[in-house]
């Protein structure tokens, strides 16, 4: 949040914690009537303390068949309401640095919608911001060019597109690339999360294949996360 305290998703409980300053964790929001299953896949916090957290509308890794799922928002009195329905597996978010805009990877659409954000959270216009093609974005990140970094599990590999679609560049990898984040001193570091991937049945299995790759890259970042 803005003050600096963390919010942390609690999925199994449907629940959006926050942890004091004290390092306890409190309830912020309680999300388990809005979906089910709860939302809890990806979180963003905007510049004004509002969250926006996004589930499915099933059970991946129970097996079950597709649903469409949806992006709540709590706001910063730990309010939340549904704003947002019909996304094709939502993952990552983002929103820009102005407040303005949020997007959203559509992972089995291949691709990146956009909302227009009020000034009270809701969100409106929402529009098909880049098709991917063959790409299958995951985590996302915006850099100060208005570009945007999806990492893609399938196809091993992290990706630099404009809106439209236009590929910028490429970060091939040897397993999947699950999230990915501008960071370092001049947010100028690509953080890329990778790690195996043979499907929800073999999650867990050993060796533990995570790693922590980075990368520089060509513009810094720019906006939440």
């Known amino acids: 949040m803005p003050d600096g305290r963390l919010l942390v998703v609690s999925a199994r409980e449907g629940r959006l914690l926050r942890r004091e ?3 306890s964790l409190v309830t912020h929001a309680d999300l388990s009537g ?8 990806e979180l963003v916090v905007d510049g004004r303390g509002n969250a926006y957290i996004n589930g499915g509308g099933f059970d991946l890794m129970a097996g079950e068949e597709f649903a469409p799922g949806i992006v709540a928002l709590v706001t910063p009195d730990g309010s939340a309401r549904q704003v947002a329905d019909g996304i094709a597996f939502p993952n990552g978010m983002l929103v820009t640095a102005d407040n303005s805009t949020l997007i959203v990877a559509e992972s089995y659409a291949k691709r990146l919608t956009a909302f227009n954000i009020a000034a009270d959270g809701s969100l409106s216009n929402r529009r098909v911001w880049a098709e991917l093609q063959d790409g299958v974005p995951d985590g996302i990140c915006l ?5 945007v970094w999806y990492g893609d599990v399938p196809n091993k590999r992290c990706v630099r597109v404009r809106e439209g679609g236009e590929v910028l560049q490429t ?8 999230a990915c984040a501008l960071g370092g001193a001049n947010r100028r570091t690509l953080f890329m999360m990778a790690t195996e991937w043979n499907g929800p049945a073999n999650m ?3 060796p533990r294949t995570g790693q922590v790759l980075t990368v520089e890259a060509p513009t810094a970042g720019a906006g939440w996360p």
Do not use: K
């Open 21 to 23: 300053p004290d390092g």
């Open 34 to 41: 809005l979906s089910d299953p709860p939302a809890g896949n």
């Open 143 to 147: 850099d100060a060019d208005n570009a």
């Open 171 to 178: 970060v091939e990898l040897d397993r999947g690339c699950f």
């Open 204 to 206: 867990f299995d050993e």
